[in-house]
């Protein structure tokens, strides 16, 4: 059975960093990205990148702060987190598409989903 599992979250100080993981298993996922939902807030999309690792996409809200990455021998993807903010906090999901190459921002573009991790930013 397919399978994704964050791990890497945590509390962190406003400016400060983190790296989550996600790593894969069952099958080979093409396609990944990761999404955020804070609390009373519609899940909302962070970063993504594509198989070859050579496209990557990222909310304008992270831009120049985060970094997403692939390892594809290992089946995982990672999300550098700098220069964090308090707005940033949010509960962070790992999405895997089974089925497409190609990056979206869009959920329904990916088809397996991790279980979340915690990431709480103080002021």
């Known amino acids: 059975q397919e399978q994704l599992v964050e791990s890497g979250g945590g509390l962190v100080q406003a400016g400060g960093s983190l790296n989550l993981s996600c790593a894969g298993s069952g099958r080979t996922f093409y396609a990944m990205g990761w999404f955020r939902q804070a609390p009373g807030s519609k899940r909302e999309f962070v970063a993504a990148i594509s198989w070859s690792g050579a496209n990557t996409d990222y909310a304008n809200s992270v831009e120049g702060r985060f970094t997403i990455s692939r390892d594809n021998a290992k089946n995982t993807v990672y999300l550098q987190m700098n220069s964090l903010k308090p707005e940033d906090t949010a509960v962070y999901y790992c999405?895997?598409?089974?089925?497409?190459?190609?990056?979206?921002?869009?959920?329904?573009?990916?088809?397996?989903w991790g279980q979340g991790t915690q990431v709480t930013v103080s002021s």
């Open positions: 999405a895997g598409s089974l089925q497409y190459y190609t990056i979206s921002s869009n959920s329904r573009g990916y088809d397996t």
